[in-house]
């Protein structure tokens, strides 16, 4: 008998917040082709612009799954109380 292949399961709202970054990644590219070949005059602004969004999109799917492992496993600090006085 074959074996079933399990494939893994993505939710909706885990690809929407990738597929932002990923748009905000194709944006860039195509600017900066469309300046090099085409010779298209964008201002530096929109690209750091872009650069800027796709850093605060990158940011917050990092900060949402720091915090979900921070509720998923507690960390304790044991210490000895001396070492703190």
Avoid: C, T
């Amino acid at each position: 008998m074959k074996e079933a292949i399990k494939y893994p399961i993505v939710s909706i709202a885990n690809f929407a917040k990738y597929e932002i970054f990923i748009v905000v990644g194709i944006l860039m590219s195509i600017g900066v082709l469309m300046k090099m070949v085409f010779h298209y005059n964008i201002d530096s602004d929109w690209f750091w612009l872009l650069a800027g969004l796709g850093l605060m999109v990158e940011g917050s799917i990092s900060l949402a799954k720091q915090r979900k492992f921070d509720r998923k496993y507690k960390i304790i600090e044991i210490g000895n109380d001396s070492e703190k006085k």
